[in-house]
């Protein structure tokens, strides 16, 4: 199933990733990971526990992007956001007044960030970057066409945030500091 287990230990890029997550705090004071870093070992573990329970079971190598689509849908059945279907009076409606039938599914960010956090383990797994399936044109695809729709049904934007511009000094000018037998003054002045 993991990549890691078919290849030789003494690689050490293997060595490094198979330390990544274990998470004890040893005797050589060992950092525990990180949130992110955790996130990932469990996304990664359900994934490869998914891909066991497939019918027929499939290892990790014969894994395409549209495994990675099932896998995706299948989760949407945990989903706790509510997204509105076409003939829904609330479609499009940021804050529905009243209760729907409308099912609830993953939130588009949710899955984003999840597909994010799988694209980094598989290579940590010794998975080429080329062949990962986490990157396939049809997630990519499946992903922008989740948060279309989901923006629409929900009313809400997705629009990428911009940064902010950084904001102009103040107008105000402060005059020199002038010393007058041992004491210091200054003044300041705003400009218009």
């Known amino acids: 199933m993991d990549l890691v287990s078919s290849a030789p230990a003494t690689n050490p890029s293997i060595a490094s990733a198979l330390a990544i997550g274990t998470g004890t705090q040893g005797t050589n ?10 996130q990932k070992r469990r996304d990664w ?5 998914y891909l066991r329970n497939h019918r027929p079971p499939l290892t990790l190598p ?9 896998f995706l849908r299948y989760l949407d059945q945990f989903g706790k956001t ?22 609830l599914r993953q939130a ?7 597909i994010g956090r799988l694209r980094a383990a598989y290579e940590e797994h010794g998975g080429r970057p080329e062949a990962n399936p986490f990157g396939a044109r049809a997630v990519r695809l499946y992903l922008r ?5 989901q923006s629409k049904a929900r009313g809400v934007s997705y629009d990428k ?11 105000t000018a402060t005059a020199t500091t002038s010393t007058t037998s041992g004491t210091s ?3 300041s002045a705003t400009l218009p």
């Open 185 to 187: 003054t200054s003044s």
């Open 29 to 38: 004071g060992t950092v525990p990971p990180s949130r992110y870093e955790n």
């Open 62 to 70: 014969m894994c395409s992007g549209a495994h990675v689509l099932e």
């Open 82 to 103: 509510k997204i509105h279907n076409h003939n829904c009076p609330y479609f499009g409606v940021p804050n529905p007044p009243a209760p729907c039938p409308c099912p």
């Open 161 to 171: 945030k911009r940064k902010r511009p950084k904001p102009k000094p103040t107008a």
């Open 45 to 49: 573990n359900t994934f490869c526990q």
């Open 108 to 114: 588009w960010g949710s899955l984003d960030a999840l």
């Open 145 to 149: 066409e989740v948060r279309d729709f």
